[in-house]
């Protein structure tokens, strides 16, 4: 049963009545009042997250007892191990189906966080956090309790120790704009600066000529070391509302990133300054480019998913664009897989699908993701072979990639909430290539780790 339905219990008992419900505890209908008034106790809003809660406390009861259940009949670490040994199993997929085991096996812990500062660690709420390449670092976006957002670097050594802490970096630098999207960006060596894009609160009501700002931080700006020796911000300056970055990792655009705007796509190099743009025909929630060649895949607001060759120059109306791929939904979120055959979207329907390049076609659907209007990420595992994407009822659903069979649904630790939904990072290495596997999710103030057992 997917935890995010709420009649699906009422309905098998007794039918839906309008202006009624039924509570199964008492076996009697109740009349439901008008409005949304937060003090009434029987609105059908009320009456939904009192369900939701329900289901999410029987969830973490079950996760605290050890009642987890593979996906999978019969797959256990023994028989999967007599597979591999009588060559029944490939090494590709014995590993496949470990990590599959091991997903299902995961048990929740709280990490303490560490800082220099003793005002930092635990003081504001998590909004996002991105893992660099290694998984050695997570850069963190928090909110502010006065308002805005400020930015920290949390290093991930001390998750291979029985403390379970982490040491978190915080700097001066903060926006009273909301961040909308981050990457990691790389100039002097891999990973060492990372790009923030973020836009005015404002922009949220629709107001779309408020203007926002595209930033590069170094990551040396987040250390223990002298501050007067840090450098300052590398670039920022002011666009359109911006709604997604990306930076590009081929040679032939080195230096190079894009940034997702209303109605347009801005790439800009971030040594010479030049620009180039690109009009599109709706607003760019998510991008990405490819690693072989200088291309770069945008998803909109449309629903429409589009390639552009940066190579080219920029010309009216929309013959540059190459790939064309549909959704029935904004876009909110595209991986591109590592030999650049396929591409993974996820839209405001909850409809999360797998793209062949080749043919334009949908080749695989995930079900079970749950959104309706918020920019979620997707989080894609290839050498492990999993999905991983939290929903708005900020619940995080694992699938497998193979054959889009969902692993696992974990409940949030807080009650749900439009303002508490989790942002996680999943790896096999957190903390570098000795790291330790699992899940790390925050939510509100609290960092947690659900590791292997």
Same mark, same amino acid.
């Given at each position: 049963?997917?935890?995010?339905?709420?009649?699906?219990?009422?309905?098998?008992?007794?039918?839906?009545?309008?202006?009624?419900?039924?509570?199964?505890?008492?076996?009697?209908?109740?009349?439901?009042?008008?409005?949304?008034?937060?003090?009434?106790?029987?609105?059908?809003?009320?009456?939904?997250?009192?369900?939701?809660?329900?289901?999410?406390?029987?969830?973490?009861?079950?996760?605290?007892?050890?009642?987890?259940?593979?996906?999978?009949?019969?797959?256990?670490?023994?028989?999967?191990?007599?597979?591999?040994?009588?060559?029944?199993?490939?090494?590709?997929?014995?590993?496949?189906?470990?990590?599959?085991?091991?997903?299902?096996?995961?048990?929740? $812990?709280?990490?303490?966080?560490?800082?220099?500062?003793?005002?930092?660690?635990?003081?504001?709420?998590?909004?996002?956090?991105?893992?660099?390449?290694?998984?050695?670092?997570?850069?963190?976006?928090?909110? @502010?309790?006065?308002?805005?957002?400020?930015?920290?670097?949390?290093?991930?050594?001390?998750?291979?120790?029985?403390?379970?802490?982490?040491?978190?970096?915080?700097?001066?630098?903060?926006?009273?704009?909301?961040?909308?999207?981050?990457?990691?960006?790389?100039?002097?060596?891999?990973?060492?600066?990372?790009?923030?894009?973020?836009?005015?609160?404002?922009?949220?009501?629709?107001?779309?000529?408020?203007?926002?700002?595209?930033?590069?931080?170094?990551? *040396?700006?987040?250390?223990?070391?002298?501050?007067?020796?840090?450098?300052?911000?590398?670039?920022?300056?002011?666009?359109?509302?911006?709604?997604?970055?990306?930076?590009?990792?081929?040679?032939?655009?080195?230096?190079?990133?894009?940034?997702?705007?209303?109605?347009?796509?801005?790439?800009?190099?971030?040594?010479?300054?030049?620009?180039?743009?690109?009009?599109?025909?709706?607003?760019?929630?998510?991008?990405?480019?490819?690693?072989?060649?200088?291309?770069?895949?945008?998803?909109? %607001?449309?629903?429409?998913?589009?390639?552009?060759?940066? $190579?080219? $120059?920029?010309?009216?109306?929309?013959?540059?664009?190459?790939? %064309?791929?549909?959704?029935?939904?904004?876009?909110?979120?595209? /991986?591109?897989?590592?030999?650049?055959?396929?591409?993974?979207?996820?839209?405001?329907?909850?409809?999360?699908?797998?793209?062949?390049? %080749?043919?334009?076609?949908?080749?695989?659907?995930?079900?079970?993701?749950?959104?309706?209007?918020?920019?979620?990420?997707? /989080? @894609?595992?290839?050498?492990?072979?999993?999905?991983?994407?939290?929903?708005?009822?900020?619940?995080? %659903?694992?699938?497998?990639?193979?054959?889009?069979?969902?692993?696992?649904?974990?409940?949030?630790?807080?009650?749900?909430?439009?303002?508490?939904?989790?942002? @996680?990072?999943? *790896?096999?290495?957190?903390?570098?290539?000795?790291?330790?596997?699992?899940?790390?999710?925050?939510?509100?103030?609290?960092?947690? /780790?659900?590791?292997?057992?």
């Amino acid at each position: 049963e997917d935890p995010s339905s709420s009649s699906s219990v009422q309905n098998s008992v007794a039918p839906e009545l309008p202006g009624f419900y039924y509570d199964s505890e008492k076996n009697r209908y109740f009349r439901l009042l008008p409005g949304h008034n937060n003090h009434n106790p029987l609105t059908k809003d009320s009456i939904q997250h009192k369900a939701m809660e329900c289901k999410r406390l029987r969830l973490l009861e079950e996760e605290e007892k050890q009642k987890q259940k593979t996906a999978r009949a019969g797959l256990n670490s023994p028989v999967l191990l007599q597979k591999r040994q009588l060559g029944l199993l490939s090494s590709t997929s014995y590993c496949r189906l470990v990590h599959e085991l091991k997903v299902n096996c995961m048990q929740r $812990r709280k990490i303490e966080i560490h800082s220099p500062d003793s005002s930092v660690a635990g003081t504001n709420n998590f909004k996002i956090i991105v893992a660099d390449v290694a998984c050695e670092r997570i850069f963190t976006v928090n909110d @502010v309790e006065h308002g805005g957002c400020k930015y920290g670097i949390i290093n991930l050594s001390g998750l291979g120790k029985e403390s379970l802490t982490v040491e978190m970096y915080d700097n001066l630098y903060f926006t009273n704009r909301k961040v909308n999207s981050v990457c990691w960006a790389s100039l002097t060596h891999p990973d060492s600066h990372f790009s923030l894009t973020h836009f005015s609160k404002l922009c949220l009501m629709g107001i779309a000529e408020t203007p926002g700002c595209a930033s590069l931080l170094p990551a *040396s700006l987040f250390s223990s070391t002298n501050p007067g020796d840090r450098p300052g911000m590398l670039c920022s300056f002011k666009i359109s509302t911006a709604w997604s970055c990306a930076w590009c990792l081929n040679p032939q655009a080195d230096n190079c990133f894009s940034t997702g705007l209303t109605r347009r796509v801005l790439v800009t190099n971030v040594v010479t300054g030049h620009r180039q743009t690109f009009g599109t025909s709706s607003d760019v929630l998510a991008q990405q480019f490819a690693t072989q060649t200088p291309v770069l895949y945008n998803g909109c %607001r449309s629903g429409e998913i589009f390639s552009i060759d940066v $190579r080219q $120059r920029n010309r009216k109306g929309q013959s540059w664009k190459a790939t %064309r791929l549909f959704h029935g939904s904004a876009v909110t979120s595209i /991986h591109l897989m590592e030999a650049e055959h396929y591409l993974m979207a996820a839209d405001m329907a909850g409809k999360i699908k797998l793209w062949d390049l %080749r043919t334009a076609k949908c080749v695989k659907q995930y079900k079970g993701h749950h959104n309706e209007y918020a920019l979620l990420p997707l /989080h @894609v595992n290839e050498e492990e072979g999993l999905l991983t994407a939290v929903g708005q009822d900020c619940y995080t %659903r694992i699938w497998s990639l193979q054959d889009a069979q969902l692993l696992r649904t974990i409940p949030s630790p807080h009650p749900s909430s439009k303002d508490a939904i989790p942002s @996680v990072v999943f *790896s096999s290495r957190l903390g570098g290539s000795r790291g330790v596997p699992g899940l790390l999710m925050a939510v509100k103030q609290d960092l947690y /780790h659900f590791s292997y057992n």
